[in-house]
């Protein structure tokens, strides 16, 4: 973050993502760890408390002053919303109630994604199994910057400043760099965020809506919980491009900072990824 980019492209290689060959070698020598995967029986109750208390949130905000409805989102409410956001993640992978019952985890992710205030999980969804079977392929994983952002982010306050603006290009870059056609679930999770959306406004008015939005937002761009965007996938080292944190953050995240186990085993829910790492 501190140097001047001097490279004038991005690292290109000519072979599969290494996730699936590194899945059949360790399953080979640690047959064990398939007895991790499948659901997490505790994650659908976490996840509610967490939706239920940010309804409880848009009712206590809904009389502070504005300076102190975007600290609260700031500092708690878009907190919460992040680490809805890594649960919906987590659910993408059908570990909310299982393989077997897909849709009940689609319409869960749309529960979870109330909170956020703009509808987001049936379209993260659909891009992110890209990004698992493509990991890093031109114009097939949308986690992958432009090379707009590669070329113009190339200073510290130019990056610092797109650290900020984070949230746009991460909702805006799949349309430009891989449209796909509107599917009937995000059609389901729009009329529901903003039906929801609708009945926060009317009991309480615009400011738990600007909390929670707001809250989305700026937790999304420059905050600590933010740090896994860059952590999970940005080559630090030379031929390596899936990275794992394993600091006090996976507390709030679902683990998602264990990135390199999850890629080598999406369907273990995150709770379980630490046992992955000492199998």
Request: proline fraction near 6%; charge should be positive; glycine fraction near 6%.
């Given at each position: ?140 994983d949308v986690d992958i910057p432009t090379d707009f952002e ?95 944190y394993y600091g006090p953050l996976n507390w709030l995240t ?26």
């Amino acid at each position: 973050m501190g140097n001047r980019v001097t490279r004038g492209d991005f690292e290109w290689v000519y072979t599969e993502q290494p996730h699936t060959q590194r899945r059949k070698e360790i399953l080979a020598k640690y047959p064990r760890i398939k007895a991790l995967m499948g659901p997490d029986p505790h994650l659908k109750w976490i996840v509610s408390g967490m939706v239920f208390m940010q309804f409880l949130a848009c009712y206590l905000v809904k009389d502070l002053s504005w300076k102190w409805i975007f600290f609260w989102a700031y500092a708690f409410g878009g907190c919460i919303n992040h680490s809805l956001t890594l649960a919906i993640h987590d659910i993408s992978h059908n570990v909310a109630f299982g393989n077997k019952q897909a849709k009940w985890n689609r319409w869960f992710a749309v529960f979870a994604n109330l909170p956020v205030g703009v509808p987001y999980s049936a379209s993260f969804k659909k891009y992110h199994i890209d990004h698992h079977r493509y990991l890093g392929g031109d114009s097939l994983d949308v986690d992958i910057p432009t090379d707009f952002e590669g070329w113009f982010f190339c200073t510290p306050p130019r990056k610092l400043l797109w650290l900020f603006l984070q949230p746009l290009f991460y909702s805006l870059r799949p349309l430009y760099v891989n449209p796909k056609a509107i599917t009937q679930m995000e059609i389901f999770n729009a009329l529901v965020q903003f039906s929801v959306d609708f009945i926060i406004f009317y009991l309480w008015g615009l400011k738990p809506i600007i909390y929670l939005i707001a809250g989305t937002i700026l937790c999304m761009g420059l905050h600590p919980i933010s740090g896994h965007f860059i952590a999970e996938h940005y080559m630090f080292l030379k031929g390596y491009e899936t990275y794992s944190y394993y600091g006090p953050l996976n507390w709030l995240t679902f683990n998602v900072g264990y990135h390199m186990e999850h890629h080598d085993f999406p369907s273990i829910p995150g709770s379980k990824l630490p046992m992955v790492s000492t199998s």
